[in-house]
């Protein structure tokens, strides 16, 4: 490895910025994501920071099972977004569908359309949960 | 109204002004908003036909699913229901854990909602400062519920969980904090100029379209309507408890930002007075697993306005049909109206200033733009771009063939 590739994979490491992207989702995990932003929680303690745009972002944080209208549009963000990408799964519905599988309009977990580096649970999942979860993808990330 | 000299802007689903996939058309002449046009249905999962699938004890939950802002506004309201379909009675102290909640995931809400409202203008730091506070309710709820955001602590016939005698000190301990911090915030939004400045005038809704478009909640009542289910027609233990409707006849955001931080302290009051007069007793009664035929309409003041819950039993455990009106659905329809003729600055707050709930809003509603007579159907993406190769072919531009030439060319 190259000097300049581990200068470029520390500060990955050091500051993931994040998308927040609802495709579905009922809003819990949602509040719940901006729970660990703010002062309580503070994620930015880990560099972690919410931006606005798809292509600035490292990792894509993703709420709620995809609904049939939102399918499209998760692809788009996900090929908008530069390499190398994560999306992580946040609650259950995200990860699985939860109570919403099955629904007419629903068409299952994130993994159904784009792939899920990590997976964190919980209805919804607690800002501490996520903490752990984007801290957990951050570790793995250091050993590959 | 869409001239030709126009601009149209769209706006979401995905849109760093936006928290929730939703979008909107925007025209614009300049920067003015000429017309605007909401277009729903990215949170549409289905829940009121999937509620027919299960009995109605799995509905609570999944209903508490449909917003997670308001989860409880939902499964209580829908309990309600489904208790006057039974002919259910629930205990009184039942009645009063439920008002408790409601009014907690109230303060929550509110104070959710002025967070947003000060991040829209670019005030972060009020976003902080009240996300900071809320964390003082989120705790209480997680102590009293067992979850910080749906707290499953409905039953059809009552509560689930009965408040221990230390957690009584603990909510009235919160109460007290919040209400120090709370008056901090009255203080400021009624002394911080630039405050006042950003948010008077703006996304004004007169107390005749607030009427005529049928606004409620906190968006209603900052134009004068006194209109409160709560006093209206009280249910759980409201009748018993004393507290006022806030209004405000300033018809904008400003008002809408007043009347929020003043049912906040509304809301102290009410948790104070539920603290003092909570009986004991039982917590549920019990309720037969098939309820009678019969159909119901509940009512229930969530923190963001009138949500309505309709339930038709039909003898078995299984509801036969369920139909939810949550409130932003009635206050969706005056956004367009305090959007035209304001600038395209000012759309992130006006949206916001309903507190926008999509989740709650996305049951299967077609709502089309009646100033725009030609395109009256919502394409995805593949009938779009087949739609686009006709449109060509009919004014003599056919790429049909070339396109299999190519493929023939690939193949080779």
Request: with cysteine.
């Amino acid at each position: 490895m190259s000097i300049a590739t581990k200068i470029i994979n520390w500060s990955r490491l050091k500051s993931p910025w994040v998308l927040h992207f609802n495709t579905g989702a009922c809003n819990a995990c949602d509040i719940e994501i901006i729970a660990s932003l703010t002062p309580r929680y503070d994620i930015e303690r880990f560099g972690v920071v919410l931006k606005a745009t798809p292509r600035h972002a490292d990792v894509l944080l993703c709420s709620g099972p995809v609904t049939k209208q939102i399918e499209s549009r998760l692809l788009r963000i996900y090929e908008q977004m530069l390499e190398p990408k994560f999306v992580v799964a946040i609650g259950t519905c995200a990860c699985t569908g939860g109570v919403f599988d099955g629904c007419y309009n629903v068409k299952g977990g994130i993994n159904s359309v784009i792939p899920v580096s990590a997976y964190i649970p919980g209805c919804p999942a607690s800002p501490k949960a996520i903490i752990d979860g984007v801290v957990k993808l951050l570790k793995s990330l250091e050993e590959k | 109204m869409h001239n030709s000299g126009d601009v149209q802007i769209p706006i979401g689903p995905q849109h760093p002004a936006l928290k929730e996939p939703e979008s909107f058309l925007i025209s614009l002449h300049g920067e003015k908003i000429t017309a605007a046009s909401v277009k729903l249905g990215y949170n549409h999962r289905g829940i009121e036909k999937a509620c027919e699938e299960r009995t109605y004890i799995q509905d609570l939950y999944l209903i508490e699913r449909i917003c997670g802002i308001c989860s409880h506004s939902h499964s209580t309201c829908f309990a309600q229901t489904v208790e006057e379909i039974a002919g259910i009675e629930i205990p009184v102290r039942a009645k009063y854990i439920r008002t408790l909640i409601a009014e907690l995931e109230r303060i929550h809400s509110h104070l959710l909602w002025l967070g947003v409202a000060g991040h829209e203008i670019g005030f972060d730091t009020l976003l902080m400062y009240t996300w900071r506070d809320r964390e003082i309710v989120m705790d209480l709820l997680a102590q009293l519920t067992g979850n910080r955001v749906n707290y499953g602590i409905n039953t059809i016939g009552g509560v689930r969980r009965d408040i221990k005698p230390g957690q009584k000190e603990a909510v009235l301990n919160a109460m007290d904090a919040l209400e120090e911090r709370t008056k901090y915030y009255i203080e400021l939004a009624q002394a911080e100029t630039t405050l006042i400045k950003r948010l008077s005038g703006v996304g004004v809704l007169s107390r005749k379209d607030a009427q005529h478009l049928g606004a409620v909640g906190p968006t209603g009542r900052a134009s004068g309507i006194e209109r409160d289910v709560r006093k209206d027609d009280p249910y759980a233990a409201y009748a018993e408890l004393d507290f006022k409707v806030i209004t405000s006849d300033k018809c904008d955001v400003y008002g809408r930002t007043l009347v929020r931080v003043g049912e906040l302290m509304e809301s102290y009051s009410i948790v104070r007075q539920i603290m003092k007069k909570i009986p004991d007793g039982a917590i549920t009664v019990k309720v037969p697993r098939k309820i009678p035929p019969g159909e119901a309409i509940g009512r229930y003041e969530a923190p963001r306005g009138e949500d309505l819950h309709y339930v038709r039993a039909n003898g078995t455990e299984k509801p036969d049909r369920v139909k939810v009106r949550a409130p932003t659905l009635a206050n969706i329809q005056a956004v367009s109206k305090m959007l035209e003729d304001r600038y395209l600055a000012d759309m992130p707050i006006v949206v916001a200033a309903i507190d926008p709930c999509f989740s709650c809003t996305d049951r299967l509603v077609a709502i089309r733009d009646t100033q725009d007579k030609k395109h009256k159907h919502t394409m995805i993406w593949e009938t779009l771009r087949l739609k686009g190769i006709e449109w060509h072919k009919e004014r003599g531009i056919d790429f049909t063939l070339l396109n299999k030439k190519l493929a023939d060319i690939f193949k080779k």
